[in-house]
């Protein structure tokens, strides 16, 4: 069984529930897939077991079933960005991600993402992503290839044992003493896709050097010690130093605006480097992208 050009496999534990179905478990746990689209998904052979073996429609619903299912969106369009493969092994893959990539599916996005584009080019299913940067972002992204040495490398991230270094150009802020220390709490905005500063407990934190003073930009280096959403933009935003062609901060544009895919200007932020000690084997590994702002 294989997807098409424009599909992805995803899996699911089915959740907790009354249903009488898989098919009425999927209809109420993603709401915005209509009940004839996954009614079309089941003929064609898009929805299966553990096994990969197609499900009917009518198959009963039982609690922690795993599933497989293909995410598919009608007339994708192409990104015309390229990613770099730096590493290959039994257990890692680490790639160079472009600008305007996502890492994984999401809304529009299923095909032109990184995790399908690596499944692809390298054939290996079991490919999942370590950790995430935003789609506008470009840089290094860490994947697991193989399953039972996961959780391993997962921990790095989730025991902040892994150092993440970025770059970024954003305005000059001749008033403040570097390097400095960000420390903010971090809550979702209006709306939820941007992130704001709030009163209250530090839950986000970001170390900010200066690499190049130029006029009227300068080079930054940023070491984010916590992984929020939006958490070097947000940080670099409130010091009055919004980053290039960031189209939410510090002025959130009109949703049109905002959306407007504008390939001649790219987010000026790069995953530079990530170093760890390697859960399996000891040894001290040291990652930079080939790409630059």
């Given amino acids: 069984m294989s997807a098409s050009p424009h599909a992805v496999r995803s899996t699911l534990h089915l959740p907790r529930g009354d249903w009488a179905t898989v098919l009425d478990c999927l209809c109420a746990h993603f709401p915005a897939i209509d009940r004839v689209t996954w009614l079309d998904r089941f003929a064609r052979g898009r929805v299966l077991d553990a096994g990969g073996r197609p499900l009917a429609a009518t198959h009963p619903y039982r609690e922690g079933l795993r599933i497989h299912y293909f995410r598919e969106v009608p007339n994708e369009q ?52 370590l950790h995430r940067i935003d ?43 570097f390097p400095l220390l960000r420390r903010t709490r971090l809550v979702e905005g209006d709306p939820f896709i941007v992130m704001t500063e709030a009163e209250g407990t530090p839950n986000s934190e970001t170390r900010i050097e200066v690499l190049e003073r130029g006029d009227p930009f300068w080079r930054y280096r940023l070491h984010p010690v916590t992984g ?21 901060y ?29 859960p399996l084997t000891g040894e001290r590994r040291r990652f930079e992208s080939r790409l630059s702002l």
């Fill in 250 to 278: 510090p002025l959130l544009l009109e949703r049109e605006v905002r959306e407007r895919i504008d390939y001649d200007r790219p987010l000026k932020l790069l995953a530079r480097a990530l170093e760890f000690d390697d």
């Fill in 135 to 177: 789609r506008l972002t470009a840089g290094l992204v860490l994947f697991s290839a193989n399953p039972k040495s996961r959780g391993r490398y997962q921990a790095l991230f989730r025991e902040r044992r892994i150092h993440k270094t970025y770059e970024a150009l954003a305005l000059a802020l001749p008033g403040l003493e």
């Fill in 78 to 129: 192409p990104i015309p960005f390229q990613e770099q493969l730096l590493h290959l092994d039994e257990h890692l893959v680490v790639a160079d991600k472009p600008h305007f990539l996502p890492v994984q599916p999401s809304g529009g996005y299923v095909r032109e993402t990184l995790l399908a584009r690596l499944i692809e080019r390298l054939g290996n299913p079991d490919l999942a992503p």
């Fill in 228 to 248: 929020k959403r939006h958490q070097l933009r947000v940080h670099m935003a409130a010091l009055g130093a919004g980053l290039c062609n960031d189209p939410l």
